[in-house]
T-cell receptor, first 113, second 116 residues
Framework: GAGVSQSPRYKVAKRGQDVALRCDPI?????LFWYQQALGQGPEFLTY????????KSGLPSDRFFAERPEGSVSTLKIQRTQQEDSAVYLC???????????FGQGTRLTVV | DQQVKQNSPSLSVQEGRISILNCDYT??????FLWYKKYPAEGPTFLIS?????DKNEDGRFTVFLNKSAKHLSLHIVPSQPGDSAVYFC???????????????FGQGTILTVHP
């Protein structure tokens, strides 16, 4: 597609429920990032993939957070046993090269009730 | 520890005047800086960037200035237009000569409102 696509756009989850957020990067983009943006804050880094390899997951806040990109294209961010503090906008970004400009998707707004 | 700080949560400017958005950083390893613009319900979009080997980069109405000794950068928009109203994020990378993978560290954002 023309840009980074994320789905769903909005997700309401009951506390304790598992959720899966999808990211379709720009075709051919090697690098893929996930960021978490809390209300009134800037995005914060979660994890980075180069093709299918997860090279940095230092930003994942707990072992309830898991990300994958099995074929080096689409990525999924999974959050198990969601908690209220997980409520945020989750942004996916991709870039063509290792240090290229990152292009962001519209984000998924997760609300945990 | 907030490594990139935007101390002004909001800025209001008259159409046609200059908008100046400020950003400070603490990590001296940062060597590449970017500004992103974000409209409501959309993802951030890249606006302009600057490498630490430069002190100024200009693109149309947008100019970014970098003061390395002060660890400070600013974005100037001249002339400001109502369509510039958005949240502006400053971001920094430890680029390491292009060998790093481009992990962005963001500031908190500044809401710019340009009045007609």
């Amino acid at each position: 597609g023309a840009g980074v696509s994320q789905s769903p756009r909005y997700k309401v989850a009951k506390r304790g429920q598992d959720v899966a957020l999808r990211c379709d990067p720009i075709s051919g983009h090697v690098s893929l990032f996930w960021y978490q943006q809390a209300l009134g804050q800037g995005p914060e880094f979660l994890t980075y993939f180069q093709n299918e390899a997860q090279l940095d997951k230092s930003g994942l806040p707990s072992d309830r957070f898991f990300a994958e990109r099995p074929e080096g294209s689409v990525s999924t961010l999974k959050i198990q046993r969601t908690q209220q503090e997980d409520s945020a906008v989750y942004l996916c970004a991709s870039s063509l090269a290792q240090s290229g400009t990152a292009f962001f998707g519209q984000g998924t707004r997760l609300t945990v009730v | 520890d907030q490594q990139v700080k935007q101390n002004s949560p909001s800025l209001s400017v008259q159409e046609g005047r200059i908008s100046i958005l400020n950003c400070d950083y603490t990590n001296s390893m940062f060597d590449y800086f970017l500004w992103y613009k974000k409209y409501p319900a959309e993802g951030p979009t890249f606006l302009i960037s600057i490498s630490s080997i430069k002190d100024k980069n200009e693109d149309g109405r947008f100019t970014v200035f970098l003061n390395k000794s002060a660890k400070h950068l600013s974005l100037h928009i001249v002339p400001s237009q109502p369509g510039d109203s958005a949240v502006y994020f400053c971001a920094a990378i430890h680029n390491a000569g292009g060998t790093s993978y481009g992990k962005l560290t963001f500031g908190q954002g500044t809401i710019l409102t340009v009045h007609p």
